[in-house]
């Protein structure tokens, strides 16, 4: 079944420095993998995805994650945090039944220190 | 930027009680997804919703749910003789298609007392 694993619970960073949230992931086949932040009290708001093509994609708000299939991650990464980059972030994978249905990590707080 | 909305935002109901949650999908998405995330738990997906049928449901989504688009413009999950368990927040998303990525609802918070 797929999967998605988020090793971490809390990540902190100091504002300016880079910001890295981990997620590796178990799939039959080539994943679709997204990443989706929820701010609090709001949904979730898709970030970013990849489903073939260029390992590096760049996604909203100055984000990117990197797809490394030998160590079957998809990190997200940003080069400078900001303090209203504080949310909860969510790896997900795409069933591959073409029903869109996805698998979520469970999640990480992300807190940007100023 | 046109978005999902969610009614209502907070539901309170006694354990028992039948709850409809509604959304507004985007108006010129075709699929339609229920998930929910108990508080501190994963995001986890219920049903998905297209052509006027569901494609595809967890074991989550057992007989005690039901989806309806009962117009053009809204899909309700209805939660039949709630329990305390049922207590959540209920996300419902849209997407333009199959592979498009999902755009969320701010959700519904369903307390069941």
């Known amino acids: 079944a797929q999967s998605v694993a988020q090793p971490e619970d809390q990540v902190n960073v100091a504002e300016g420095n880079p910001l890295t949230v981990k997620c590796t992931y178990s799939?039959?086949?080539?994943?679709?993998l997204f990443w989706y932040v929820q701010y609090p009290n709001r949904g979730l708001q898709f970030l970013l995805k990849y489903i073939t093509g260029d390992n590096l994609v760049k996604g909203s708000y100055g984000f990117e994650a990197e797809f490394n299939k030998s160590q079957t991650s998809f990190h997200l990464k940003k080069p400078s945090a900001l303090v209203s980059d504080s949310a909860l972030y969510f790896c997900?994978?795409?069933?591959?039944?073409?029903?869109?249905?996805?698998?979520f990590g469970k999640g990480n707080q992300v807190v940007v220190i100023p | 930027e046109p978005e999902v909305t969610q009614t209502p935002s907070h539901q309170v109901t006694q354990m028992g009680q039948e709850v409809i949650l509604r959304c507004v999908p985007i108006s010129n998405h075709l699929y339609f997804y229920w998930y929910r995330q108990i508080l501190g738990q994963k995001v986890e997906f219920l049903v998905s919703?297209?052509?006027?049928?569901?494609?595809?449901k967890s074991e989550i989504f057992d007989d005690q749910f039901s989806v309806e688009r009962p117009d053009g413009s809204n899909f309700t999950l209805k939660i039949r003789s709630t329990k305390l368990e049922d207590s959540a927040m209920y996300f419902c998303?849209?997407?333009?298609?199959?592979?498009?990525?999902?755009?969320f609802g701010n959700g519904t918070r369903l307390t069941v007392t």
């Open positions: 997900a994978v795409r069933f591959l039944n073409g029903n869109n249905r996805l698998a």
């Open positions: 919703f297209y052509n006027n049928e569901i494609s595809e």
């Open positions: 998303a849209s997407s333009e298609g199959s592979n498009s990525p999902l755009h």
């Open positions: 799939v039959s086949g080539n994943p679709y």
